[in-house]
């Protein structure tokens, strides 16, 4: 009795193992990191998979706003861009239910490996996995309806060629959703000013700013460029920063 239980656990736990072997890049490298300038600006080091408790993310109804102020629909597929634990990925699940999909993308593959356990327990089908690098997201071309990037984009180390190299993974009329805080990027914020320099810079167009309740901070929407229209690498010019803190 004893082995056939230990056999069991081991199965099972063999099986929730599975998905996370398999994470890895969903699409071949993009544009190399050292055709890009680097931000001048200071970059935050990554220090947690998630930004505070989900319970009070849910109180201000954090998902709500975004998904109601991007036009989020059943159907879609939307990518977390830096999904860390995955507070979105399993919200947006849900929302874009059987017909959609989520791809939770992240360049630490130990975030992924967690977050594939964690939506095989509460039997998400919709979840795909995308590990990134620092420079690349490594998506496949016109995958996504929409992209979020939440409390993370102060983390981006190569934010220029990251942004370039995800321009081709956005289906014609993508949004991309980015929220932060207005706080320099050595807090853990990006100021908007800085945010729109940096987007602009490499091609994607301003569409709104909209101030999150309960001290969200800020979603910024943008549109993406068209990828046979997008700025030269070495014509990209880095923003300057002016919060003065580096």
Same mark, same amino acid.
């Given at each position: !009795?004893? @082995? /056939? $239980?230990?056999?069991? +656990? =081991?199965?099972?736990?063999?099986?929730?193992? *599975?998905?996370?072997?398999?994470?890895?890049?969903?699409?071949?490298?993009?544009?190399?990191?050292?055709?890009?300038?680097?931000?001048?600006?200071?970059?935050?080091?990554?220090?947690?998979?998630?930004?505070?408790?989900?319970?009070?993310?849910?109180?201000?109804?954090?998902?709500?706003?975004?998904?109601?102020?991007?036009?989020?629909?059943?159907?879609?597929?939307?990518?977390?861009?830096?999904?860390?634990?995955?507070?979105?990925?399993?919200?947006?699940?849900?929302?874009?239910?059987?017909?959609?999909?989520?791809?939770?993308?992240?360049?630490?593959?130990?975030?992924? !490996?967690? @977050? /594939? $356990?964690?939506?095989? +327990? =509460?039997?998400?089908?919709?979840?795909?996995? *995308?590990?990134?690098?620092?420079?690349?997201?490594?998506?496949?071309?016109?995958?996504?309806?929409?992209?979020?990037?939440?409390?993370?984009?102060?983390?981006?180390?190569?934010?220029?060629?990251?942004?370039?190299?995800?321009?081709?993974?956005?289906?014609?009329?993508?949004?991309?959703?980015?929220?932060?805080?207005?706080?320099?990027?050595?807090?853990?914020?990006?100021?908007?000013?800085?945010?729109?320099?940096?987007?602009?810079?490499?091609?994607?167009?301003?569409?709104?700013?909209?101030?999150?309740?309960?001290?969200?901070?800020?979603?910024?929407?943008?549109?993406?460029?068209?990828? /046979?229209?997008?700025?030269?690498?070495?014509?990209?010019?880095?923003?300057?920063?002016?919060?003065?803190?580096?």
């Amino acid at each position: !009795m004893a @082995l /056939a $239980r230990a056999a069991t +656990l =081991l199965v099972a736990f063999s099986a929730t193992r *599975a998905p996370a072997a398999d994470i890895g890049y969903l699409a071949p490298p993009g544009v190399a990191a050292k055709e890009f300038p680097s931000p001048q600006r200071p970059v935050a080091r990554i220090v947690s998979p998630r930004r505070s408790a989900e319970e009070l993310r849910d109180v201000l109804n954090e998902a709500g706003q975004i998904a109601r102020l991007l036009e989020l629909k059943p159907g879609m597929t939307v990518g977390d861009i830096g999904a860390g634990s995955g507070y979105h990925t399993v919200r947006l699940s849900y929302l874009v239910g059987p017909a959609g999909s989520v791809v939770a993308q992240d360049v630490r593959r130990d975030y992924l !490996m967690e @977050l /594939a $356990r964690r939506t095989e +327990l =509460l039997k998400l089908t919709n979840v795909q996995f *995308a590990l990134g690098e620092p420079h690349d997201p490594r998506l496949p071309a016109s995958s996504l309806d929409a992209a979020i990037l939440v409390h993370m984009y102060h983390e981006i180390a190569q934010p220029y060629a990251f942004l370039y190299n995800l321009t081709p993974a956005l289906k014609q009329g993508a949004r991309v959703g980015i929220v932060d805080l207005e706080l320099p990027t050595s807090k853990h914020g990006t100021p908007i000013e800085l945010l729109r320099c940096e987007l602009t810079a490499v091609g994607y167009r301003a569409v709104a700013t909209y101030e999150l309740a309960g001290g969200g901070g800020y979603l910024a929407v943008f549109s993406p460029p068209e990828v /046979a229209h997008r700025t030269s690498p070495r014509d990209i010019v880095a923003c300057a920063d002016h919060t003065g803190a580096r």
